[in-house]
């Protein structure tokens, strides 16, 4: 750093320090020409002793005006390296000069008027978000109400009412999918607030893989499909995302599978590592997914070939289970056989939250 700001302090004073040669030259040259004019009238020592002396004055001129600005430089160069975070601007303070003053009221400035922007930005994506949610919350009542009654009415349908109650049974199918994308819609407007909805806890992870299952007991039936969960495991995660993260594979295996003639099959395996780690795979015997689109399954709004075959994809599920495990510390893996099913492993590491707190702290930063 220091080579850095010096080299820059040199080269901008290339034009003085020239001159100043240049001017020490044409005086050199003036005693010279005198001392021939007038022989013994000037000492050779004499010329000797004044370019010395005008070096030195040159050379403690600069060394003076640079451990004057040093602090200028150093701060100007350390915000440079540092562009990426917000108040870096706010690091340049030390100007000693008009210009440099001039700068730093520039920087000041600007920074001021960026802070407002995105402080106006801010307000209006906190605006949205409140309005997202009021109406996610909104229309799940309705959607709920409309279940209830779908249910009531199957319930009381007789022999002699199979086309309404297989209408009854398409009208409930179609609210679930309403209420996943709602749900869906509701855990993505959370998502830029997660470190405030968390709640971190050791957790049975078969009991959650329960759970889900149980939620989609009818879809599995429905199409055949039968769920197995074997062994037992625990790990340090938050309830409430793990089951979202844990809905997106179950709900995906149950998508792609249910196109299959005669029965499915639909393993979810808990097991407990020696050293405190743990692990979960859903692994389902549906279509598969391609080879060539396994690299891209987690970017956002990303279908693939299956996706777009069975045009029930939003290309966003599995991207928002994977933000959620990233800021969770835990991590995914997916091994997949076209034609034979797919397997998503969720690997729980001991003490793996603590990449929480960084992953949040340079979100906050930038």
Known sequence: MKGLTLGLFLRDRFGFVALALLLTMLCVSLLLLERERYPG??????VYYFVVLALFF???WLAADYLRQRAYFNQLADAIRRSEELNAS???????????????????ELHRAYRSELGKYRRQQELHNHFVLQWVHFMKTPVSVIDLLAQDAQRRQTWQDEERGRLLASVQEETERLSAGLEMMLYTARLDKFEI???????????????????????????????????????????KWMTFVLNQFVGNAIKYSKGKPG???LLIQASDSGDGSSKLTIADEGIGIAAHDLPRIFEPFFTGENGRTAGES???GLYLAKQVCDRLGHAISVASSPGEGAA????????????L?????KKRER
Do not use: Y
């Open 41 to 46: 009238f000037i000492e050779l020592g004499t």
């Open 58 to 60: 040159l050379g403690a």
């Open 90 to 108: 706010a690091i340049v303070k030390a100007g000693v000069t008009k210009e440099q003053a001039l700068v730093i009221r520039l920087l000041e």
């Open 197 to 239: 909805d968390l709640h971190i806890r050791k957790a049975p992870l078969h009991e959650l893989a329960r759970s889900v299952i149980n939620a989609h007991k009818k879809l599995c039936i429905r199409h055949s499909i039968f769920p197995r969960i074997d062994g037992e495991a625990w790990a340090e995660t938050d309830e």
């Open 263 to 265: 029965t499915k099959k």
């Open 314 to 316: 939003t290309g966003m």
């Open 344 to 355: 998503f492993t969720l690997a729980f590491r001991p003490r793996g939250i603590h990449l």
């Open 357 to 361: 707190d960084g992953a949040e702290g």
